[in-house]
């Protein structure tokens, strides 16, 4: 994992979405299509590769919680839109220091899950399952298992949360596919205890889109560079 | 640390030793005096050498100015000196092939600071060198009554099927003082103390195998080697219930987490994670613990869920009928057979001869209806499980009801559930443990313990 090594030599704390979100690929976790973008033909360039609709973010490695810093755009029809959208993300950005601008595909999925690993002290990688999106500090249902997990100890979690109805078939949507969600988690777990390097993994939301479940913003911490020498 | 069988050879010869000495032995009495009065108390029938620079003789017994001094062989050694003495008691025990040691005295890493870590650390590496086993510091030691080993006087002398370990050595002595009385008999308990060489870890493996220990129970404050301690649960969950009173889950943050994931993952999640994974049953407080350790002692295999509830006082009845939802249990159909007994000596009005099954007040002045019933529900084959809330009103009564209970437990193997009701003695309440009828506080207590043990039977034929 270059990406993961490199980074964790710069002394970098965190990975950017797109960075993280390679690492996640790299392991079978579902991301949505995406490419980075420096400058606005870049951006349309990308955006006609993609087709509208699609979402357009601020993309620095130090930049979590990126809707509550004005640079995040969803939901993008046409060309005009987009061009005005990434004028303001850049302007926003510009505030806070360099980057560059994420063009991603826009999934309409109305299920936000929340998938992730800490190490802990005491247990090592855990790995987590819940509720996402806004829902997740709000309900705090979520399952934890600490890794290496197998798929049973992922279907598991997915029974063992309160909201474990939203899996199913509901409202006309289709019910999640489990086995791709468990894929996914027991791959959080592996990669928790195949690389040291990383302290922390946020997968949220985990967007259930067609039944299938897509990673949709991501956060990979890394451990300091001293902390990874202990270990 | 060695492997595992070897591990397990070394505590099988500490656990049954033919000689134990106690270095540091107070002559007057003083704390120490309890580990002697415990091995007299449990009649011991080894030697007992007490080490003391200069007594010749406490209680009765030639005590020896060092361990060297003592003219055979020593398999245990508990170790009082305070602990800036201990280093030397501790090389000479190495030299007297001494196969394990208890360290009683605190002053360790537990004190925070650098000398109290350093000084722990020269007895981690001296048991590690020398392959001696070492318990603490700072912990009670060992309680294995079929040796004759205790580490308090007045517990049971009767052995049986728990084996636990303790973070605590004072919990440990509270739970084996009361224990008999809930028909609660060990084969080990070990008060871990810091756990320099010896771990809870080794303990929980050590009494998985243990063929004299059917049931594992433990309290415990802090865990050392997580993932160690996890595969240990794992493997120990498969084979046997462990029942583990975990303190220090408070919800605190992790730290200041800048992830989602990093904000919920809190103690008690983790630890969660834990019981969910081994397959462990997690308990909260001591009454919880003692009451899991009964019902895992007591209660048969393959238990149903099909509960019958006999009561006097109505509102118990209904609420241990609520009780029975909560936990994920039925109420049992009775047969037309069951209710048509009941119907001739339950009297008719302020009754009920559907479960649950009200009796009503006039039971408690004729105890006869009590057990009627009782034996009819317990007779019944849609019947898994029989709660009975009763009492009467004088002592002969409720010396009857426990006298035919019991009988009526022992001809029909019907699992009983005993619920107190305030005022009925507590001999009684003993001698139903005695026979194997587990006693609670509740109904609620009753129904939660049963579903537990329950959940426990089902978790382990799927995963066997």
Not at chain 2, 319 to 327: P, S
Not at chain 2, 405 to 418: E, K, S, V
Request: charged residues 20%; proline residues 5%; contains cysteine.
């Amino acid at each position: 994992m270059n990406i993961l090594q490199n980074a964790h030599k710069n002394g970098k704390r965190t990975l950017s979405e797109y960075e993280s979100k390679q690492v996640l690929a790299a392991y079978g976790i579902p991301v949505t299509r995406e490419y980075l973008a420096a400058n606005e033909p870049e951006m349309r360039d990308a955006a006609a590769r993609i087709g509208y609709p699609i979402v357009l973010k601020g993309c620095a490695a130090e930049l979590a919680h990126k809707s509550e810093k004005g640079v995040v755009r969803v939901d993008i029809r046409n060309d005009a839109e987009a061009r005005a959208a990434f004028a303001e993300i850049c302007e926003a950005m510009a505030a806070s220091g360099t980057g560059s601008v994420l063009v991603q595909e826009y999934l309409g999925g109305r299920r936000e899950l929340v998938a992730g690993m800490i190490r802990d002290p005491q247990f090592g990688p855990s790995v987590m399952f819940g509720l996402g999106g806004i829902l997740t500090e709000i309900l705090n249902d979520v399952a934890f298992r600490i890794a290496p997990i197998e798929r049973s100890d992922a279907m598991e979690m997915m029974d063992e949360i309160r909201g474990r109805r939203i899996l199913d078939a509901v409202r006309g949507m289709k019910a999640v596919d489990r086995a791709a969600l468990a894929d996914i988690l027991v791959a959080i777990g592996r990669m928790g205890v195949e690389n040291p390097e990383i302290d922390e993994i946020d997968i949220n939301p985990l967007i259930i889109c067609k039944g299938k479940p897509v990673a949709v913003d991501a956060l990979i911490g890394l451990v300091t560079k001293e902390g990874a020498q202990e270990k | 640390m060695a492997d595992r069988d070897a591990i397990t050879n070394q505590l099988n010869q500490i656990f049954h030793p033919n000689s134990v000495a106690i270095v540091g032995l107070p002559r007057g009495l003083k704390t120490g005096k309890v580990f002697l009065m415990a091995l007299q108390d449990q009649q011991f029938s080894g030697a007992i050498y007490p080490v003391h620079p200069t007594a010749e003789e406490i209680d009765g017994l030639k005590a020896y100015p060092s361990l060297s001094a003592i003219p055979g062989t020593v398999d245990l050694a508990i170790i009082l000196v305070p602990h800036q003495h201990a280093p030397p008691v501790v090389y000479e025990c190495v030299e007297k092939g001494v196969k394990g040691a208890v360290l009683f005295t605190a002053g360790y890493k537990e004190t925070g600071t650098e000398a109290g870590r350093h000084l722990e650390a020269e007895l981690a590496r001296v048991a590690k060198e020398s392959g001696m086993r070492l318990f603490g510091p700072n912990c009670m030691g060992l309680y294995v009554p079929a040796s004759g080993l205790s580490f308090f006087p007045g517990l049971s002398k009767k052995p049986g099927p728990v084996g636990f370990l303790s973070h605590s050595g004072s919990l440990a002595n509270i739970l084996g003082r009361i224990a008999a009385d809930k028909g609660i008999y060990f084969s080990k308990a070990v008060s871990l103390g810091n756990e320099c060489d010896v771990t809870g870890k080794d303990i929980l493996s050590y009494l998985a195998d243990d063929p004299e220990t059917a049931v594992i129970g433990g309290y415990l404050e802090s865990i050392g080697d997580g993932p160690g301690f996890l595969s240990a649960l794992k493997a120990a969950s498969l084979k046997k219930p462990v029942i583990l009173w975990k303190v220090g889950l408070n919800p605190e943050g992790r730290k200041a987490a800048s992830s989602h994931t990093g904000a919920m993952a809190s103690r008690r999640q983790l630890w969660q994670a834990v019981v969910s994974q081994s397959g462990a049953v997690p308990v909260k407080g001591f009454d919880r613990l003692t009451d899991a350790l009964m019902s895992f002692s007591l209660l048969p295999d393959d238990l149903g869920d099909r509960i019958a509830i006999l009561s006097g006082p109505g509102g118990m009845a209904v609420g241990a009928a609520e009780a029975c939802g909560d936990e994920g249990l039925k109420l049992a159909e009775l047969s037309r057979k069951t209710r048509f007994e009941l119907s001739e000596f339950v009297p008719q009005t302020g009754t009920s001869l559907t479960n649950p099954v009200d009796v009503g007040l006039g039971a408690s002045l004729d105890i006869d209806i009590y057990v009627k019933a009782a034996r009819a529900l317990a007779d019944d084959p849609g019947v898994d499980a029989v709660v009975s809330i009763g009492a009467g009103l004088s002592r002969e009564l409720n010396e009857t009801y426990t006298n035919e209970i019991i009988r009526i437990h022992r001809d029909t193997g019907c699992p009983f559930l005993m619920v107190n009701i305030p005022g009925f003695e507590k001999e009684f309440a003993a001698a139903f443990c005695q026979a194997g009828i587990p006693f609670y506080e509740t109904a609620e207590h009753a129904l939660g313990s049963y579903a537990q043990v329950r959940t426990y039977q089902i978790w382990r034929k799927r995963h066997r």
